[in-house]
């Protein structure tokens, strides 16, 4: 497998300006994670995915952002409008569910679109 | 609600020394999953070793080492033989029960190695 899929890598936009970061997670994981990094706070988990259901998006910072997950192979996270402080590198990451079950599976991320907004 | 806790913002450890990485947690739910990873400054996240919340014994894979105390509620890393390679942030991460698969991290602990 080719591991978890981001794109784009990088992503240079203006302020007010919306942004649609994509990820395509393992084949047969069903949980899909999203995350943001920054220096200042660290790995924030912002949404995420149990079979395609947002279970918990305790995280997303505001009403700006948003995420879905249409099917088991692909997800979204979007920003309308961005703002410079959503600078950050935002992580995909996915996790499967096995025989016993979910507490002992670790993340596989994706390499992370890192996000300047101007 | 689950927490985790790394104190130790940044270390340094001499080329062929042990050093060991600390990390606290919190949590009311008695299952639940404890994992450390590796970001080099190339970026990516690299997933290091688990502890259960059951298991017996520590962990160990390769020269990473957990040493858990259930009682104290620590997850430390421990680093055998530190290599170059070596040094990166490194973040500890928790599962619980109550949460189903959510994942959360520490705060990352920056690591240099010295030669």
């Known amino acids: 497998d080719a591991g978890v899929i981001q794109s784009p890598r990088h992503e240079v936009t203006e302020m007010g300006q919306e942004v649609t970061l994509r990820c395509k997670p393992i084949?047969?994981?069903?949980?899909l994670f999203w995350y943001r990094q920054t220096m200042m706070r660290g790995l924030e988990l912002l949404i995420y995915f149990n079979n395609n259901v947002p279970i918990d998006d305790s995280g997303m910072p505001e009403d700006r952002f948003s995420a879905k997950m249409p099917n088991a192979s692909f997800s979204t996270l979007k920003i309308q409008p961005s703002e410079p402080r959503d600078s950050a590198v935002y992580f995909c990451?996915?996790?499967?569910?096995?025989?016993?079950?979910?507490?002992?599976?670790?993340?596989?991320f994706g390499q992370g679109t890192r996000l300047t907004v101007v | 609600a689950q927490k985790i806790t790394q104190t130790q913002p940044g270390m340094f450890v001499q080329e062929k020394e042990a050093v060991t990485l600390d990390c606290t947690y919190d949590?009311?739910?008695?299952?639940?999953?404890l994992f450390w990873y590796k970001q080099p400054s190339s970026g990516e996240m690299i997933f290091l070793i688990y502890?259960?919340?059951?298991?017996?014994q520590n962990a160990t894979e390769g020269r990473y080492s957990l040493n858990f105390q259930k009682a104290r509620k620590s997850a430390n890393l421990v680093i055998s033989a530190s290599q170059l390679g070596d040094s990166a942030m490194y973040f500890c991460a928790m599962k619980d029960g109550n949460q189903g698969g959510k994942l959360i991290f520490g705060q990352g602990t920056e690591l240099s190695v010295k030669p």
């Open positions: 084949s047969g994981h069903d949980y």
């Open positions: 949590t009311s739910d008695p299952s639940y999953g």
């Open positions: 990451a996915s996790s499967p569910l096995r025989g016993t079950g979910v507490m002992n599976t670790e993340a596989f």
């Open positions: 502890q259960g919340s059951y298991d017996q």
